[in-house]
């Protein structure tokens, strides 16, 4: 199975109606911006113990992994006109390459995410960022290798044969070169390291992935602290929701768990240390 997954979720109607009157996806996306101190997140990091520097990346990963296990509803894939509830909180993150051929894109999975205490995802970041830039990573060699001879005439239909053999039929094809639900629950890009405060990531129709995170660069900004209008740094974060998924409602309770914790992760400490929990 590429993917593993749990029992069938029942539709609403309007779910039905977005279901029916989009494809992969063209275009249901929905977006929010959303602007937060990085301050709490910044101290807070400081005071966690790890062999590996903890970032904005590695924070929003982890809050973002406990609010798709907290909103179940919102970590799906969506096959055959209906939504399969999944069984795990996968978070993929984007790396940026430098190749013979110039900058790309690549990037890889943090399996269980929600379970995983924010210092081990440092350390498998670490780990995994250094094997794709040293052109070490075994599975993006399988993809380069795939993808690489052919033009992008040809590589488009085979781009829909995968998504339709992994997806549709939810079949696992490493014979293929294709690795196992290669982008998971929610992809994180930071943005930010490329000098961007703020953009909007488009939804990939060959990923199946219903939301998408941007890291903006951190910035000085006006901010209200009680009665006062004050100067602070701040971060810009972009959401990207697949309008088949969610409706505005489901990611309302996202985006509010998720700026409870950011803002106050010495309440939270659980999320970050406590896999258990």
């Known amino acids: 199975m590429n993917i593993d997954l749990g029992e069938k979720q029942n539709l609403t109607s309007y779910r039905k109606i977005a279901i029916a009157s989009w494809r992969h996806p063209r275009n249901p996306n929905t977006y929010a911006m959303i602007d937060l101190p990085v301050e709490p997140a910044l ?9 590996t520097p903890l970032t904005l990346t590695h ?7 406990h609010c798709l296990d907290r909103y179940s509803e919102l970590n799906h894939v969506l096959r055959m006109g209906r939504l399969y509830k999944r069984n795990h909180v996968d978070i993929f993150i984007t790396t940026l390459l430098k190749t013979s051929k110039g900058k790309d894109l690549s990037g890889f999975v943090i399996r269980d995410a929600d379970k ?10 670490e780990k995994r960022a250094t094997e794709l830039r040293r052109d070490q990573d075994q599975e993006n060699q399988k993809v380069q290798q795939l993808v690489n001879p052919l033009p992008a005439l040809i590589l488009r239909p085979l781009l829909l044969l995968q998504e339709f053999l992994q997806f ?9 070169g294709m690795p196992k639900d290669r982008f998971g629950s929610a992809m994180i890009t930071n943005v930010g390291a490329l000098g961007i405060e703020n953009a909007f990531i488009p939804l990939s129709p060959y990923s199946r992935c219903p939301l998408l995170i941007g890291i903006g660069k951190p910035r000085k900004a006006a ?11 701040v971060v ?3 959401l990207t929701f697949d309008h088949r998924h ?24 659980h999320v970050f240390e406590d896999h258990t929990l």
């Open 43 to 51: 101290k807070y990091l400081n005071t966690l113990t790890s062999d």
């Open 59 to 65: 924070y929003v990963t982890k809050i973002t992994a």
């Open 116 to 125: 995983t205490p924010i210092a081990d995802i440092a350390r498998f970041s």
């Open 168 to 176: 549709t039929l939810n079949l696992s094809c490493p014979a293929l």
């Open 223 to 233: 901010v209200v602290e009680g009665d006062e209008v004050v100067a602070a740094e």
């Open 236 to 238: 810009t974060l972009t």
């Open 246 to 269: 969610a409706d505005g409602a489901h990611g309302s309770h996202l985006i509010r768990r998720f700026k409870k914790i950011f803002l106050n992760p010495e309440a939270h400490r």
